[in-house]
């Protein structure tokens, strides 16, 4: 019976990732061997790219444009957000003549063939490491409990987030089928989501829930952590980023109301600032700015070009300085405070987070002064000196201005510095289906050090680490024996 209740258990547990599975599916001893494998096999890929372009020595100055090539393209993307007129036409075409260029060269000198075959080998290296790092991480789903269903549940349903999904999907008439009470917003009267959810908590709600947009999600999940209730999500939003963290079928909204009826529940954190609670981020600086102009949510990308100028030069926007628990982040152009790190940096590409319950904001700074460290951001990307990335329990965001713009939550808000973000480890209980997607893995940066000691067995870490995977396996399956 015990080991009935164990696998139940295992499955019910939230693994964005795939290791605990695959970990529990392969055993210990075989997950370490193909991390290893992986490891060698990497390296064989990084033998042949290097030996790809060795022979082509004859050709290097043509091979070093290649680079060149790449850092240009990002100088005339640099110019093209920063400029207006004839300088953003001339970068414009600088970002796209760059590249064609360097394809154009390489194909006249007969170097297409050895780009071609480098490329795949250090595409091939990069799938390996991350494969062999991805075997040697800890299992790492976030531990949920099985629960009864709500008996007063009240779901608060926006009708034209998503454009219009609440409608689309039914979703309506398909959670008042399974016994939930919802509570439509009325746009045209300015609802106050605080306020129904508040009401709906005297009234004798037992959970609450929301399908609608990051921000309205936000601000029901405060009252829910405030009254140690349960916070239910329904991907009826636009982008559906926190539901995406926690594992949610986001192109189904319908999935989600089965936490209803056959759930689970996990603890996450949740964000704070300045009494405002977040379930994803505040952002600061030059997004911040541009999301408060009214055009911005009809017309993004030419609002953004329209702004992006003047808030890059610093002669637009508030210039701002950010402490953190360890650090201080001076004159950055942009802070992003996340309830929870990314697993990766960067801006370019952008990521989610592994997990939702570490205790810990993540930050990351940007300051680009120009056109080389623009061509240095296309090359190094989260690696160049532009961008500085870490975690603190608490982030203070100053500057000499009255007040500043944040986005907290893709919502535009006007705060007075300074502005003081905090996380509140665990205080959300989420209520989610207990068969789920999950969230897909996010490979972070290749540490290539810990992957050639791992392939040439040096590396004790590797072991250590492995063996506390285990350790700590077994020991979450003698408390759910328990």
């Known amino acids: 019976m015990a080991s009935g209740r164990l696998d139940h258990d295992r499955e019910a547990t939230l693994n964005e990732t795939g290791t605990t599975r695959e970990t529990e599916r392969h055993g210990p001893d075989k997950g370490l061997g ?38 240009l393209a990002g100088a005339g993307l640099w110019w093209a957000l920063a400029h207006r007129g004839f300088a953003r036409l001339l970068g414009a075409l600088l970002a796209i003549a760059a590249p064609v260029g360097v394809l154009v060269l390489y194909a006249v000198s007969g170097l297409w063939v050895v780009a071609v075959v480098a490329l795949a080998a250090w595409t091939a290296a990069l799938g390996c ?61 300015d609802p106050d989501p605080v306020a129904l959810a508040r009401q709906a908590v005297a ?17 029901v999940a405060g009252v829910a952590a405030e009254h140690g209730l349960p916070f239910m999500v329904v991907t009826a939003g636009t982008r559906n980023h926190f539901a995406m963290d926690l594992g949610l079928d986001r192109d189904d909204p ?46 993004k990308a030419v609002t953004a070009l329209d702004q992006l100028p003047d808030l890059l030069a610093g002669e637009a926007g508030a210039e701002l300085s950010a402490r953190t628990d360890e650090e201080r982040l001076e004159a950055p152009q942009a802070v992003l405070v996340s309830n929870n790190p990314y697993a990766r940096a960067d801006p370019l590409t952008g990521g989610r987070r592994e997990r939702l319950d570490t205790g810990a904001l993540g930050v990351i700074a940007v300051r680009v002064g120009g056109a080389v460290q623009a061509a240095e951001l296309a090359l190094l990307g989260e690696r160049a000196s532009g961008i500085t990335t870490l975690t603190s329990r608490s982030v203070v965001v100053e ?56 392939a040439f067995d040096l590396s004790p870490h590797a072991r250590e680490s492995h063996d506390q995977a285990t350790s700590s396996r077994d020991k979450n399956q003698e408390q759910s024996d328990d």
């Open 34 to 71: 193909s991390a290893r494998a992986l490891a060698r096999l990497a390296l064989l890929c990084i033998a042949g790219a290097v030996a790809a372009v060795v022979a082509g020595t004859g050709h290097w100055f043509v091979l070093l444009l290649g680079l060149a090539g790449l850092g």
């Open 399 to 454: 500057s000499d201005e009255e007040t500043i713009p944040v986005a907290v939550d893709g919502e535009a808000l006007v705060l007075p510095p300074p502005v003081v973000c905090t996380i509140r480890p665990g205080a959300l209980r989420v209520r989610v289906p207990r068969e789920r997607p999950g969230a897909p893995y996010v490979a972070p940066t290749v540490d290539w050090y810990r992957v050639m000691r791992l």
């Open 129 to 189: 490491a991350r494969s062999a790092l991805r075997r040697l991480r800890k299992p790492h789903g976030m531990h949920t409990r099985t629960v009864r269903p709500p008996r007063r549940a009240v779901l608060i349903m926006n009708p034209k987030s998503g454009g219009g999904k609440v409608g689309r999907y039914g979703l309506v008439e398909r959670a008042e089928a399974l016994g939930a009470r919802v509570i439509l917003l009325a746009l045209d009267t």
């Open 254 to 299: 319908v999935s989600s109301l089965e936490a209803l009826s056959d759930g689970v529940e996990l603890r996450v954190d949740l964000g704070d600032i300045a009494g405002r609670p977040f379930v994803n981020t505040a952002s600061f600086g030059t997004y911040a700015h541009i999301v408060q102009n009214p055009d911005y949510r009809d017309a």
């Open 203 to 219: 009234e004798g709600a037992d959970l609450l829930g929301v399908a609608g947009g990051d921000g309205t999600q936000a601000l």
